[in-house]
């Protein structure tokens, strides 16, 4: 298997084109890169071709941690559909990998289907590895009657008790969120991006902000990535202190109804973990959908005791 590598500067048109034809989502986008860039990471962009044709496309950007740098290469590479490396042209993408950054300690590298670069190591995601799917193709009576029956009660309440759902990219939106969000961080202790984030994500982006409010105050809110045939249920937050108006139901069946209405085949929750995130997991699948799990995460090694030193420092960090 004879594979070129060959860096890619200018075509996003090409590139995005074959990322959402064979599958990739956002984090393989040209889009996504330049946020990374204009966060302060190094972005390499790479076309793998075969024969005189493009056989794979994948995006690796620099990882920071205390102890050295690391690439890392989220959701690809993306292949050509129906197209797998040999056991020969595996050998020929870690030989490559490794040439990419010499300072590097490894390479991370998170394939979409199980089956891509399988004679890999084993590594860990970044990523959540299990996500669940819903299919907005379907006629909406179709998917409200999959949801339990808490869900359904809450999006009728919700609308009973004058909740309304808009949407939009506007800076009053961005704001509504970045409120809320940060309100949620605060009651669940979990840790969020900084504000700056989610104003590049809507910015570089085919991104939206869905807002809940009722009685004119925002009482939760998501942000969206439209990406191919998918919308991709990124960030969320909500109103702790206004449970019982039962907003968050709403503003996600409001999400399916766009979906529908737009064409878009699929709602990604974007991440369940019942170990990790029992309420939120439980909450997701609620709605109904499918489980989807993402191959496990793939590591080159570039130097191999540094490797072996952030492995010890990644144990000793979880034990602390």
Known sequence: MNLIFTQEHTDREGWNAFVAANGGDFLQSWEWGDLQKHEGSRVWRFWVSEGGERRAAFQARIQRTRIGNYLYIPHGPVFQSGYALDSAGQRRFVD??????????????????????????????????????????????????????????????????????????????????????????????????????????????????????????????????????????????????????????????????????????????????DTKWPGVTAFKRSFGGTEAVLAPGKVVVVHQLKYLFYKAYKRVKKVL
């Open 96 to 273: 490559f990998a490794r040439t990419i950054d010499p300072a590097s300690m490894f390479v991370l590298i998170e394939p979409l289907k199980l089956l891509d670069l399988a004679s890999l190591p084993a590594g860990w995601n970044l990523q959540p590895p299990k996500t669940l799917h819903i299919d907005t193709s379907r006629d909406l009576d179709d998917i409200r009657r999959d949801m339990v029956k808490t869900r359904r009660q809450g999006i009728g309440y919700a609308l009973k008790n004058g909740v309304t759902i808009t949407h939009g990219r506007s800076q009053e939106f961005l704001d509504a969120f970045s409120g809320l969000i940060k309100r949620t961080a605060s009651r669940q202790h979990f840790g969020i991006f900084e504000s700056e984030h989610y104003a590049h994500i809507l910015a570089a982006l085919p991104s939206e902000i869905f807002v809940a409010f009722h009685e004119g105050a925002p009482v939760a809110a998501a942000q969206v990535v439209w990406w191919g045939q998918t919308v991709f249920y990124l960030h969320a937050g909500s109103d702790g202190g206004q449970k019982q108006l039962r907003a968050p139901d709403l503003l996600i069946w409001a999400i399916f109804e766009e979906a529908h209405r737009r064409g878009v085949k699929v709602f990604d929750f974007w991440g369940i973990d």
